[in-house]
């Protein structure tokens, strides 16, 4: 217990705590062709995602001005607000990566103490906007933000700078990890209030993940998922709609769940269903025609299934793979550059992108319970995309840095 709770005093620090195939980083010996200019395939490959997004938002939202709860609204409605919503985050995305990385380190516990006020101000009456009995969001005119997605940034942020400050420590518990897991219990109770449990477990994987990469010991890690895995189960075993939830997921087409908690599940297990081998064909989908909700944002891989079927679906999951194994990457060089920082950031931003990604296509292939989670830079949501685009630029700039710094110059 000692070895696990109190870590060994002796032990040099002077190791950084790389996990790239061996117990210390690798520096590389040659500087490969690829340190000209940014990730090139990486920004294309987004912008690829984004332009299919844009598509796919488009088709699956065409009919909802059929639909009365929504009003009076034209056609390109979605479409026109998914756009904007790119092209701010688009901007967003050009002034983050005008930051270095020396500065995000030293932001770090400011961002994350921004991101907590504006998780109370969310929950404030007449300050936080109510939709579908969830309090998430706050209304800026132009949009609407949801600080559960700066959460998942900031913290993303905060959690490498504390590694990068715990490192000599990292193997104590009660200094290491305890009081990052104090801050992100902060996060969850506030998020658990409004209530976004999707959110709060995508920010508890990437804290976990992030001290597994930034060195803390591996048993000390497995405990660490241990209490987090029941601390949910209890989640889960106090609160009846959740209960409900997971029911309705082992079985969606009981007639109890049916036009209930499985809904959406079967009607999305129906239209990946009709969309077979090769789909129906863009703008075909049935289930898009006011029969599975949220069609446009949290079940737009339902709809990208039934429209372009299995080779659809394989196509994404590839995209994501490559994504998230590319920024990984980055990550490892940073880190191989004695940038741990810079390189805790980009694995981390990896991380949220390729589990988010994963729950998101496991809910919609009914292979994980209904959670409101989106699909990384493909549903629409403002917020969503626009955090999604300032992670990359972060992660841009990290690479930036790492060539920089390879050529012999300043990051």
């Keep these: 217990m000692a070895a696990w709770f109190g870590g060994i005093s002796e032990k040099a620090v002077d190791v950084l705590p790389v996990r790239v195939g061996g117990p210390q980083y690798r520096r590389p010996t040659v500087t490969p062709a690829s340190v000209l200019g940014l990730d090139q395939a990486l920004i294309w490959m987004v912008i690829g995602l984004l332009a299919w997004s844009i598509v796919m938002v488009y088709s699956a939202s065409i009919a909802m001005p059929d639909n009365p709860r929504f009003g009076k609204i034209a056609p390109t409605h979605f479409l026109l607000r998914h756009s904007m919503s790119i092209g701010m985050a688009f901007v967003g995305a050009l002034l983050a990566f005008q930051v270095s990385m020396v500065t995000w380190e030293r932001m770090a516990r400011k961002l994350f103490l921004v991101s907590l006020i504006l998780l109370v101000a969310v929950l404030i009456p007449h300050v936080g906007t109510v939709v579908n009995g969830a309090r998430r969001w706050l209304s800026l005119g132009i949009m609407n933000f949801q600080p559960s997605e700066l959460a998942k940034f900031?913290?993303?942020i905060y959690a490498a700078d504390y590694m990068v400050r715990k490192m000599a420590v990292k193997e104590r518990f009660f200094r290491a990890v305890l009081p990052m897991g104090a801050a992100v219990v902060v996060v969850g109770v506030l998020l658990l209030a409004e209530p976004d449990m999707g959110a709060f477990m995508v920010i508890v994987v990437i804290a976990m993940g992030i001290l597994f990469l930034g060195g803390v010991n591996a048993r000390m890690f497995f405990l660490i998922a241990?209490?987090?895995?029941?601390?949910?189960?209890?989640?889960?075993?106090?609160?009846?709609?959740?209960?409900e939830r997971i029911f309705a997921y082992l079985n969606p087409?009981?007639?109890?769940h049916a036009l209930g908690k499985g809904y959406q599940l079967s009607h999305a297990l129906i239209a990946i269903g009709r969309g077979e081998i090769f789909g129906v064909g863009l703008g075909r989908s049935v289930e898009k025609l006011h029969w599975l909700p949220e069609a446009h944002t949290d079940f737009l891989l339902a709809v990208i299934g039934e429209e372009f079927g299995l080779v659809g679906v394989l196509t994404l999951i590839i995209m994501f793979l490559w994504i998230t194994r590319r920024i990984m990457h980055i990550g490892r060089r940073a880190v191989a550059l004695d940038r741990v920082f810079s390189g805790l950031v980009a694995q981390g931003v990896a991380i949220w992108v390729g589990f988010q990604a994963f729950i998101n296509m496991g809910v919609n292939?009914?292979?994980?319970?209904?959670?409101?989670?989106?699909?990384?830079f493909m549903s629409f949501g403002g917020s969503a995309i626009l955090m999604n685009l300032v992670a990359l630029a972060v992660v841009l700039r990290v690479d930036y840095e790492n060539k920089e710094l390879m050529r012999g110059g300043h990051p």
């Design 365 to 376: 292939l009914g292979a994980l319970p209904t959670k409101g989670l989106t699909l990384p």
């Design 154 to 156: 900031a913290v993303l």
């Design 253 to 256: 087409w009981d007639e109890k």
């Design 226 to 243: 241990f209490l987090v895995v029941l601390a949910f189960v209890i989640m889960i075993g106090f609160s009846e709609w959740r209960r």
